[in-house]
């Protein structure tokens, strides 16, 4: 089984590659995000738990997190690979996945960055936030959102260098030639 763990900053495209990537390859696509509400969408045991939280206005925890997370896992055991999209993003909950995958005898094999120059980032954030209609994106906001992201994944990146599982990608140009460059790393081509 293939574990693919795909990093970028915000704006970096890294929910559009990863469904591709995972569509491709036949592996299933874990964006935490998409989970959380799925799961409490169909009031499962853990949806309700996460709407509980949620609801509380607290963030859901590294434990609760996991405990989807093998959840999906184990609903998907057959599955060729998966790329999770957004998880870990913190150093706890890395070391909590790799503890947990090895509960299920499996480990990640690829963490994957998207490399994007910070005035492309910047650009295509307020653009999204523009069309979105997102007023409260001004530049201040979208700037403190990757310098927050920088922070927060530096360790990870440690992390990951030290297990010498983390390799980057340049992620500017088109959807499909960005898809290309990532395929190629995946099977080891570039």
């Known amino acids: 089984m293939f574990n693919l763990i795909l990093f970028?900053?915000?704006?970096?495209?890294?929910?559009?590659?990863?469904?591709?990537?995972?569509?491709?390859?036949?592996?299933?696509?874990?964006?935490?995000?998409?989970?959380?509400?799925?799961?409490?969408?169909?009031?499962?045991?853990?949806?309700?738990?996460?709407?509980?939280?949620?609801?509380?206005g607290h963030l859901v925890s590294d434990e609760l997190l996991i405990e989807i997370m093998e959840s999906v896992f184990r609903k998907h055991s057959s599955a060729g690979g998966f790329v999770l999209d957004g998880f870990p993003r913190t150093l706890n909950q890395a070391k909590a996945l790799d503890k947990m995958l090895e509960t299920l005898r499996q480990k990640v094999s690829l963490v994957l960055s998207l490399d994007v120059n910070e005035t492309?980032?910047?650009?295509?954030?307020?653009?999204?936030?523009?069309?979105?209609?997102?007023?409260?994106?001004?530049?201040?906001?979208?700037?403190?959102?990757?310098?927050?992201?920088h922070q927060h994944t530096r360790p990870l990146i440690d992390y990951y260098k030290g297990q010498k599982l983390f390799k980057e990608a340049f992620g500017e140009g088109s959807v499909d030639d960005i898809f290309l460059t990532l395929c190629n790393v995946i099977e080891g081509k570039e």
Do not use: C, F
């Not at 970028?8 to 559009?16: D, I, L």
């Not at 935490?32 to 309700?48: A, H, N, P, S, Y």
């Not at 492309?120 to 936030?129: I, M, Q, W």
């Open 8 to 56: 970028g900053p915000p704006g970096a495209g890294k929910g559009t590659q990863a469904i591709k990537i995972a569509e491709k390859n036949n592996w299933v696509h874990v964006s935490t995000g998409d989970i959380l509400r799925m799961e409490v969408k169909q009031e499962t045991t853990l949806g309700l738990k996460v709407k509980a939280v949620m609801e509380a």
């Open 120 to 149: 492309e980032l910047v650009n295509r954030l307020l653009k999204r936030a523009q069309e979105q209609g997102r007023k409260d994106d001004t530049e201040d906001v979208v700037r403190n959102r990757l310098v927050q992201y």
